[in-house]
T-cell receptor, first 115, second 109 residues
Framework: GAVVSQHPSWVICKSGTSVKIECRSLDFQATTMFWYRQFPKQSLMLMATSNEGSKATYEQGVEKDKFLINHASLTLSTLTVTSAHPEDSSFYIC???????????FGPGTRLLVL | GQQVMQIPQYQHVQEGEDFTTYCNSSTTLSNIQWYKQRPGGHPVFLIQLVKSGEVKKQKRLTFQFGEAKKNSSLHITATQTTDVGTYFCVVAGSYQLTFGKGTKLSVIP
């Protein structure tokens, strides 16, 4: 079946640094990728929708300049958390939607801890 | 690691029929969440269950958490075409999310 990978699975960084998270669809082309954020034991919160070759659409309340999303190819989207702060510590999950747009496949998630 | 099995993978029902999807785990779950994803959309949070034997209702949707906290179900009474989509169960632990594979519901008018 379709597989979506994320890298890294865990990242610990110092406050003020930037962190890049990669989301790859391994055996299908993903025209749309979604980025979610989840705090412990809370629900997924959609951050942005990323379409290949165009600018991401951010949900209300999500800072575009802080969470940079790039969807440069049909198999790769990246989320960069710029100038990370401790409150950005969270679980970031991507999902990818292939053609035809029926099923969404989730990545395994990336745990970010900002010290 | 923790695994959650969700069945069935697909379900086709006539409009007005009931629908149920199940999530099962071999380990005790701290909680379970249910999401609905409409075709072409992103998963939308429906509900979270945390207590043993908990039952919650949202209009025609009934969510149950097993007494042993190892299984959960989502039941839709008298399905409508607006119920079409994929329903996911998700276990939201402190350090990881575990997803069911989802049940794709088709409703025949």
């Amino acid at each position: 079946g379709a597989v979506v990978s994320q890298h890294p699975s865990w990242v610990i960084c110092k406050s003020g640094t930037s962190v890049k998270i990669e989301c790859r669809s391994l055996d299908f082309q993903a025209t749309t990728m979604f980025w979610y954020r989840q705090f412990p034991k809370q629900s997924l919160m959609l951050m942005a929708t990323s379409n290949e070759g165009s600018k991401a659409t951010y949900e209300q309340g999500v800072e575009k300049d802080k969470f940079l999303i790039n969807h440069a190819s049909l198999t790769l989207s990246t989320l960069t958390v710029t100038s990370a702060h401790p409150e950005d510590s969270s679980f970031y999950i991507c999902s990818a939607m292939g053609l035809p747009q029926e099923t969404q496949y989730f990545g395994p998630g990336t745990r970010l801890l900002v010290l | 690691g923790q695994q959650v099995m969700q069945i069935p993978q697909y379900q086709h029902v006539q409009e007005g029929e009931d629908f149920t999807t199940y999530c099962n785990s071999s380990t005790t779950l701290s909680n379970i969440q249910w999401y609905k994803q409409r075709p072409g959309g992103h998963p939308v949070f429906l509900i979270q269950l945390v207590k043993s034997g908990e039952v919650k209702k949202q209009k025609r949707l009934t969510f149950q958490f097993g007494e042993a906290k190892k299984n959960s179900s989502l039941h839709i009474t008298a399905t409508q075409t607006t119920d079409v989509g994929t329903y996911f169960c998700v276990v939201a632990g402190s350090y990881q999310l575990t997803f069911g594979k989802g049940t794709k519901l088709s409703v025949i008018p």
